[in-house]
């Protein structure tokens, strides 16, 4: 299976905030492999912009450190699964969500409508 995932980052390291990065790592993965990346610069922080820019490359996954709730409501939106809390090197985390490691550390919960999910 191919899938694109993004990863928030600046200089190869996963970021603390999404909207802020310098870049994004797009990583094409096939049957749990990455087979390509690249970087791509971050075209700038406006409401609502990146997540629909990220969807037109054509995203399926977004990792990153942290993320306001909006980015988060228009991700899944657009059915690609956001992935925040994560820490290190932008290949590394791919590695392990690719691996089924990686999971949603984050707490934004209480922003959107499926606060009951969490299991909090």
Known sequence: MKMKIAVA????????????????????????KIVKSESVPNPGHRPGFLPNFLNELGVKVIISGGMGGGAIDIFNEKDIEVI???????????????????????SVCHEHQHADECGN
């Open 9 to 32: 980052s600046d200089n190869g390291m996963v970021t603390e905030h999404f909207g802020h990065c310098e870049n994004f790592g797009i990583f094409e993965t096939e049957n749990n």
């Open 84 to 106: 925040i809390g994560t820490k290190g090197s932008t290949e590394a985390a791919v590695k392990s969500y690719l691996l089924g490691e990686l999971k949603s550390t984050g």
